[in-house]
């Protein structure tokens, strides 16, 4: 059959759906949020048992772990020492793990939620490349980015609800790009914002529909995912350079080291965008 081509320039895929080798027995729904490792190992972050699987770039399951430690899977991130972060939304938990399952770092009151302190539904989280501090966007019951240095000492917190500069309505996504920004997909504003490492507000991005999520390749791109349902894609300095219609809304996205894009559907389990070289 055919495959779809989406993009423009220097950015275009062939649409593979659904990617991955499910086997038997085993429910392909229910992905909230896809990472990719140092190896280009997809990690699967699911709504079910096991709630993390992980797969080879063909699509064949390698791993799976997390069952019995996680209650709702919802973000992931994995540093580039591939320590795995994931957001346990309604434990109100963020954990780092190791690339076996193994528990390193706990961070929030696991099952005790706070309005004045993290967290109350924690939506994502990201690492800064630079210096290692988390960040985690509060998004759910509350409207803040929380930060962390990377022993997990709560250095500081930003946002209140409300839909000015450093205010979100559900901050969704969250990602700390090679300049030190850290972006967040300010959901129900219809923007991302993004802010100093500190959390000042440096600028927002609109023409976007309830953006879900956010990442940057290895060049600096920055691509955001919506409702619309749509991935946008943006140079270092928030030029415009694509925009592709996902065939789903995509609650995460994630890119390997060939280009190829990974995105979380609500439909179809995962997408994977093939990178096509050399068109234009």
Known sequence: MELPIVGTGGHVWEVVRPFGNWPAGMEAGNVSHVAVDSRDRVYLYRRGDPPVVVMDADGSVIDTWGGGLLLDAHGIYISPDDTVFLVDRDAHEALAFDARGNVKMRLGNRGRPSMQAPFNHPADVAVSPETGDIYVADGYGNSAVHRFSADGRHLGSWGERGDGPGMFTTPHGIWVDTRGRVVVADRENHRIQLFTAEG?????????????????????????????????????????????????????????????????????????????????
Not at 245 to 265: E, F, K, M, Q
């Open 200 to 280: 000042g507000f440096l600028e927002e991005r609109r023409d976007l529909y309830e953006p879900m999520d956010v990442f940057e390749d290895g060049d600096g791109f920055l691509y955001v995912t919506d409702h619309t349902p749509r991935m946008t894609v943006y140079d270092a300095d928030g030029r415009l350079v694509t925009r592709v219609r996902t065939p789903d809304i995509s609650h995460g996205v994630w890119g390997d080291s060939r280009g190829n894009i990974y995105l979380a559907c609500n439909e179809q389990p995962v997408v994977k965008l093939a990178r096509m070289v050399g068109s234009e």
